[in-house]
């Protein structure tokens, strides 16, 4: 008899499908993982410690930093909690331009995720072509906003640009090519024989686990329940756009790829109406120079395209908030992955760490 | 914050609040809370005065003070309290969270009820005495709020986790504030089954920050403890797996604490 | 012909390395427009001298061996994976007349030399004492053995029709019609195990980039790493040269098109194997270790049994006995 022992595999923090500087400590015997223990904190850059002798204002462009996939809800995380605590009225042309930023970053973040997660499987091409059409929404944000991908485009009472002109137009064209666009995508994954055999049936977890992991966003919804943060504690104008919540049936990484997927579409759809509606106006609410935060607690979730990315603010009265706390969905829903990968292959932890979709600035805060 | 700020603000809580009755009530609750928690409130003030008067002689002592605890909004009535007569310092600063407020009375805030009834449920359960506070948050969409002590916190996690009429199987944030006289672990929960929210903040002693673990009970609380306890030095007793998280594991102190001080031998 | 002995292998060496170069920027420049993007284009005009530039830098960079790997198997492994992929080369007929060694096992040879390259891939993962190549080199080993099977198999129907081993008889066996067409399923079969053999997508589970980060060759740098890169190529060379020989009529002309000669018709038909083969590579995700295993034993292996059996019984029906 061969003596056999585990072995203990360290997985990043630079590894090509960590996504960033997670590590995993992975005991493994032969390819199966027995015990998986993720290791965060390489990118902590204390963002909450800044905020804390920053003035409301300064934090927002640290905000960009966490999720810099989709930047632009990071901002309205702290400038919602701001506005809550404050009782801001925002313009109605300021909070449109949040929604058509918000929602394309959602389109363009779940770009990047079907792209990426392609490339973990192994096939290249998809990548490519997700990059291409982010590349366009990407390339709209620098028009409006002069940066790629950290925006800093939002202020508390609204935001600092206005569209420049024909800017709308371009969204709009987008828009439409990006709906005929998805069919491509469709034509290029969905039916592919390999990849519904290394997603089918993988990292499934019941309705109950993904509610005790406080799981949100796509990960949530996969299980069945829709819950979906512009809807259920609607904020910014949602409320008076009509959209679907698509939730998953089987719970696998192939129903988060289709959610992801029919995500994508919504928020276009979401963009289109908004689009109808936008009418020329102010961009700024009255806002006092020096903000001044009165006394008092606020926590405000806001639905990122990872989850519900929420921001918890104690203002003590002054220009800097006493505590600021970001709920950050990367980071809860990265807590179930020793759950899921016990008793699984190394590929699986590829497709299933995949699916997760976690982004590691906003896991290390 | 200036005297004239805080005479504003006395006369707005004078006059917004639902009548004398409430006011009385919440002023009682206080007073309570003074006398089980070992004097925090007054240690507070105590500390609020030392740094009213060193600001008056020019001595900056922190450029920055904890938010008041007081000015948390309409507490909810509690009814064993009520025989404790009112007595307050006139001069304690007492700002409304909304200007608005100011021009007409406010409403009792649409979450008051349930949130009464649900106190006087969770007064059912055992060790309720630490049952500090209750109010609405109206400037967070009329969050209901508890304040605990943290030695019942595991009983009242377990509850609002298993019993029938709160289900609060989903943590929405898990954070924890600093307030240099105590610290405090803020859980906020969401009820799917009853489609609630709530907020509850657990107050922790500073000096020994000590609070017993709720890992078991949400799992989603294992990480959110170990972050808090990297960064705010609150331990959890009973946690599985108490390390740091976010820091290396020779760092020293806990950074979000207020009186931090980096430790930085190399630099 | 003395000379042509001793000169041959070398010219076939300078060849060769010639095809990988350019196979190489070819590759990214077939993936390149499958992507839409231009490809390499900054070194020499479109790019031309990409790879040479890459091959100067492998060349010019420090040879790191590490410092707890068994240094002689390490430096060993590179070599005894390359040797072989060159040596098979010696059997296949370009054209009539050019072929290195015609003997009449040319099949059986190719076949079983190629085999070696994989204990050059085991030693190579197993003295770089990592654990990535290790795990590498086991899913190739793994993987090289199993798919060996049904690609010899698949090759038996065609054995069978010809009664030779003779790459040369092969050939000539199909001047009426192509073994694709009778062959169909063994084809398809050779086909998919010979890009398993490659250690290509959607095979390429031995280097898998995104899980073992580079796989066997891990801990490889400069020259050697070279090597097992140019080992890679030559046998996408050979396999395209075997798949065009047994299945495509190697040299012969279509459609009686004598005037071209012999070694373009071989080379027209060789671009279009290596091309689908980078085609492929572009659209296909990577199978997993346990359906990789599972598609070899139990869909590859039955097939090519079936085509064996198909075979034998075409061989029999008078009509259809002129195809085989």
């Known amino acids: 008899m061969l003596r056999t022992e585990e072995m203990l595999l360290n997985m990043g923090p630079q590894h090509p499908s960590t996504h960033g500087v997670l590590r995993l400590v992975i005991k493994i015997d032969g390819e199966i993982i027995r015990e998986v223990d993720p290791v965060v904190g390489y990118l902590h850059r204390g963002t909450e410690k800044l905020a804390e002798d920053l003035t409301y204002t300064q934090i927002i462009p640290y905000t960009d930093r966490l999720d810099y996939v989709s930047a632009m809800t990071n901002n309205y995380a702290v400038v919602h909690a701001t506005e809550k605590l404050m009782g801001l009225e925002v313009p109605e042309r300021a909070e449109y331009l949040r929604m058509i930023t918000m929602e394309l970053n959602r389109v363009a973040s779940h770009l990047v995720w079907v792209g990426t997660y392609l490339l973990d499987l192994g096939a290249m091409s998809p990548f490519l072509y997700c990059f291409q059409d982010r590349e366009t929404i990407l390339n709209l944000f620098n028009e409006l906003c002069g940066a790629r991908l950290t925006y800093n485009y939002m202020r508390v009472g609204g935001v600092k640009w206005d569209a420049p002109e024909g800017w709308l137009q371009k969204v709009e064209e987008f828009v439409l090519y990006m709906q005929k666009e998805l069919a491509t995508y469709h034509d290029l994954i969905s039916g592919n024989d390999i990849f519904l055999q290394r997603t089918r049936g993988i990292g499934i977890y019941t309705k109950e686990q993904a509610l005790s992991y406080a799981l949100s966003g796509s990960n949530l919804r996969v299980t069945g329940v829709p819950w979906d943060l512009r809807q259920h504690q609607s904020y910014s104008l949602y409320h008076q756009f009509q959209f679907e919540i698509p939730t998953g049936e089987t719970g696998d990484v192939l129903d988060k790829y289709h959610l992801r997927m029919q995500e994508i579409e919504e928020s276009l759809k979401i963009v289109k109406q908004v689009l109808d509606v936008i009418k020329e106006g102010p961009i700024m609410g009255k806002v006092p120079k020096v903000l001044r935060v009165p006394e008092g607690e606020v926590y405000t979730g806001v639905e990122s395209p990872r989850g519900e990315l929420g921001c918890h603010i104690v203002s003590n009265g002054k220009n800097k908030p006493w505590r600021l706390k970001f709920r950050r969905p990367s980071f809860y829903n990265l807590q179930i992955l020793p759950e899921l990968l016990k008793g699984e292959n190394i590929s699986n932890l590829v497709a299933i760490l995949g699916g997760i979709d976690i982004i590691l600035g906003e896991v290390d805060g | 914050m200036s005297d004239q700020e805080k005479e504003l603000t006395q006369e707005t809580k004078a006059t917004n609040i639902m009548g004398e009755e409430a006011v009385k009530n919440e002023e009682a609750s206080e007073e309570q809370g003074v006398q089980t928690l070992s004097n925090t409130t007054s240690q507070q003030m105590n500390a609020e005065a030392v740094k009213l008067a060193n600001e008056e002689q020019g001595i900056k002592s922190s450029p920055n003070t904890p938010p008041k605890q007081e000015s948390r909004e309409n507490a909810v009535t509690k009814p064993q309290a009520a025989s404790v007569p009112p007595k307050k310092p006139a001069a304690t600063p007492r700002p409304a969270a909304k200007k608005p407020a100011e021009e007409k009375p406010l409403e009792p805030s649409r979450k008051q009820p349930w949130l009464d009834k649900f106190v006087v449920k969770l007064k059912e359960l055992e060790g309720s005495e630490h049952l500090e506070d209750a109010f609405i948050n109206r400037a967070n969409n009329d969050l209901p709020t508890l304040v605990v002590k943290s030695e019942w916190w595991r009983t009242l996690a377990l509850h609002l986790r298993n019993h029938p009429d709160c289900q609060f199987h989903y943590v929405q944030n898990f954070s924890s504030v600093d307030y240099e006289t105590h610290l405090e672990v803020v859980v906020h929960l969401f009820s799917f089954p009853h489609k609630e929210r709530l907020g509850v903040l657990v107050k922790v002693d500073r000096a020994e920050a000590k609070v017993d673990s709720v890992a078991d009970i949400w799992d989603a609380a294992n990480w959110n403890e170990r972050e808090a306890y990297d960064l705010m030095g609150i331990i959890f007793e009973g946690h599985p797996d108490l390390r740091r998280i976010m820091l290396t594991d020779q760092w020293i102190g806990h950074p979000l604490r207020k009186d931090y001080v980096p430790y930085d031998e190399g630099v | ?324």
């Not at chain 3, 990535?132 to 798919?147: D, K, N, P």
């Not at chain 3, 049994?305 to 034998?312: G, S, Y």
């Open chain 3, 1 to 324: 012909m003395d000379l042509f002995f001793y000169l041959g292998p070398i010219i076939l060496m300078l060849l060769l390395l010639g095809f990988v170069t350019y196979a190489i920027l070819f590759e990214r420049k077939v993936i390149g427009w499958i992507q839409n993007r231009p490809g390499p284009n900054q070194v020499g005009p479109w790019g031309l001298f990409q790879t040479i530039a890459d091959v100067a830098k492998l060349l010019l960079k420090e040879d790191i061996v590490p410092g707890k790997a068994d240094r002689a198997l390490f430096k060993l492994a590179p070599i005894i994976a390359f040797v072989p992929a060159f040596a098979i080369l010696a059997v296949i007929p370009f054209t009539e007349s050019w072929q290195f060694g015609d003997f009449a096992v040319g099949l059986l040879y190719y076949i079983a030399i190629s085999s070696i390259t994989i204990i050059g891939i085991l030693t190579g993962a197993w003295a770089s004492n990592n654990k990535y190549s290790l795990l590498g080199g086991m899913r190739s080993a793994a993987q090289m053995i199993s798919y060996e099977i049904p690609l010899v198999l698949s090759v038996v129907g065609i054995v069978m029709t010809t009664g030779s081993l003779d790459l040369n008889d092969i050939v000539l066996a199909q001047k009426k019609v192509w073994f694709i067409v009778p062959q169909f399923l063994a084809f398809l079969i050779f086909l998919i195990a010979s890009l398993a053999e490659l250690n290509r997508t959607p095979f390429d589970l031995p280097e898998a980039e995104s899980e073992l980060v580079a796989g066997y060759h891990v801990e490889y740098t400069g020259f050697r790493f070279a090597f097992f890169m140019l080992a890679e190529y030559v046998y996408v060379f050979a396999m395209a040269s075997l798949t065009t020989c047994l299945f495509l009529g190697g040299w012969l002309p279509l459609f009686g098109l004598t005037m071209i000669p012999g070694i373009l018709w071989f080379l027209l038909k060789f671009s279009l194997v290596v091309f689908s083969l980078f085609w492929i590579r572009a659209t296909m995700p990577r199978l997993r270790v346990d359906q990789l295993m599972q598609f070899a034993w139990k869909v590859l292996l039955p097939l090519s049994l079936l085509n064996i059996f198909l075979t034998a019984i075409f061989k029999e029906i008078p009509v259809l006995s002129s195809f085989y």
